[in-house]
Every structure is written in C-alpha cells, then in structure tokens.
C-alpha cells in the first residue's frame, strides 16, 4: 500500500510562530503556489494516479480555483488546519476553531463533508492527544497526522505503529494513516517527505520503498518550485530543511510516480480490515491543556 499526499500551502507558510499581524505579511509576498501545483497535476494526470490534498484554509479563501480544481479532478480534498499554526502550540478552544474554519472553507467550494486530515507538522504529540476528540467532533473520519519517530516540530517517538490503525483516545476512535518510517541502526526515519524527500538519494529512497508493506507520502507545491524567494528569519537548521536540493525535486517525484503504483487515503481505507488493524490507545496520556 503507497498512499500519495500533498500538503497544499504557498511558500511562505514554512512552520513559524506566526506574529498577530501575520496576514498582512503574507499578502506583500509573491503568490507562488500555482506553479507547483501545475507541476503535481500534470504528473498525476500523466501516471493517472490518485492522490489526497490536505488544504490549508487560507489558500481555500484566498485560492479558491486550487480548491475546485482538485475536486473537479476527482482528487480527495483533505483539511490542513486554517493557518497553518504547530496544533500543539494552540489551546483546545484554538485547535477547533481554527480547525473548524479549515473545514468550513472547504466545505464551502466542494460541496462535500471533509473526513481527512493532517496536522501542519505532524504536530499531534503527547500532549494534545485531545485534538482526537476535537477531529471526532468536527466530522474526521481519517488522520495522517502522527509521525512514529522524533522531529522537530512534531513527532510521536512511542507510537507502536507504522502502518494504518485505529486510535483509540477516551471514548472516541479515529482511523490512523501515520507517515511511513524506515529503521537503521535503531534510528527511525523517513525518506518519502518534504526535505527528507529532497534529501536522500533517490536509488537509496526507492530501495526503502521497494521492500515495504505501507509507505505514506508528503509532499509541498513549495516542494518543486527552486526560484521561490528565501523567506527572512529562518534558523540555518530550517533553511537547509526547506531549501536543500529543490531544484531535483520534480525529478525525483516523476520518477517516484512512475516507478510505483499509489493510491488515495480514499482507496486505501476500503482496502483495510480496521476489525483487524492494531488498536492504539493513546488515553493514558493526560490532558494538559
């Protein structure tokens, strides 16, 4: 199972501690979106290949076109948060409303109930296990937001499982897309996302991929695009992160799509026996927020 995700945001919504007047900002810099979104559309439609689309609210707002564009495609419309803010820097009340208006946003170009997501970062950690119950409310039905391995702004490096399961948080139950993760030397990574994507060679991530039973993808619009602008204020850890190698991005996911068959979050959920999928039950985690 080869599951392909994009996490649809422009380039200057790189992970922050966003400032109140953030949108102002953000309106003086150049939109660059359509440019990478070209770029993954056409590979798809040239594998004719699937794939889930976790879309920030603002770009719903702000880009409605790239909205109606992947639903008219038949592509799965997944929420990506509304402003693109790390889940566990955001109290309860923050989470849902801002995760409601993602939602909402999209709801209101597609017409249809959004049942996929996945939090800006992977940012679904120990503390804020609440945010199942918060996804539960709204109306999700499936999350890709747990990373089984350390990271920098998210990571959950206790979580059993690196293949789909159900989460089990109080009363509620959540099917779980986590992101694939490889193991060497008792180390866990991935290879088939954002900069690690960009990072590792490409005969060594094909190999990975090759001899597993689950991979899951992640990939950015800002991820092919190599003459976007360098964003102000970033650490030198999160530049090589999200700069390296973007100029042989495309390439490698054209070869990625012709090398392997993928499918969406959509086909994969049919094709799962959840009676018989590993049950993670994340409520001994206390609540502290």
């Not at 790390?86 to 923050?94: E, F, N, P």
């Not at 920098?152 to 789909?164: K, N, Q, R, W, Y």
């Not at 990939?219 to 999200?242: A, V, Y």
């Not at 094709?271 to 018989?276: A, G, H, L, S, T």
Request: proline letters at 3%; aromatic letters at 16%; charged letters at 30%.
């Amino acid at each position: 199972m080869r599951i392909l995700t994009f996490d649809i945001e422009d380039w200057f919504h790189i992970l922050q501690k966003y400032p109140d007047d953030i949108l102002d900002k953000w309106s003086n810099y150049e939109v660059r979106i359509h440019q990478g979104m070209d770029k993954i559309f056409k590979i798809l439609d040239e594998n004719n290949i699937k794939a889930t689309f976790f879309v920030i609210g603002y770009i719903a707002r702000k880009h409605p076109e790239i909205v109606k564009r992947i639903h008219d495609l038949g592509y799965e419309v997944g929420a990506h948060s509304d402003m693109h803010k790390v889940a566990y820097t955001q109290s309860r009340k923050q989470y849902g409303e801002d995760l409601s208006n993602c939602i909402n946003s999209l709801q209101d170009i597609t017409g249809e109930k959004i049942v996929s997501y996945r939090a800006p970062g992977f940012s679904i950690k120990k503390e804020n296990v609440w945010a199942f119950e918060v996804l539960s409310e709204l109306g999700i039905k499936y999350d890709a937001s747990i990373f089984p391995a350390s990271r920098e702004d998210g990571g959950f490096d206790d979580f059993a499982e690196s293949t789909p399961s159900v989460i089990k948080y109080k009363g509620v139950k959540i099917k779980e897309f986590p992101m694939s993760v490889n193991t060497v030397f008792g180390k866990r990574f991935t290879v088939t996302g954002g900069g690690y994507f960009r990072f590792f060679p490409y005969r060594f991530m094909r190999k990975m991929i090759a001899r597993s039973n689950y991979t899951m993808t992640y990939f950015h619009p800002r991820d092919f695009d190599s003459e976007q602008p360098m964003l102000d204020g970033l650490s030198l850890k999160r530049k090589f992160k999200s700069y390296y190698n973007l100029s042989k991005s495309y390439t490698k996911l054209k070869q990625l799509a012709y090398d392997f068959d993928f499918i969406d979050i959509r086909q994969a959920e049919k094709m799962i026996d959840w009676d018989q999928a590993p049950l993670v039950d994340l409520t001994h985690y206390s609540d502290n927020k």
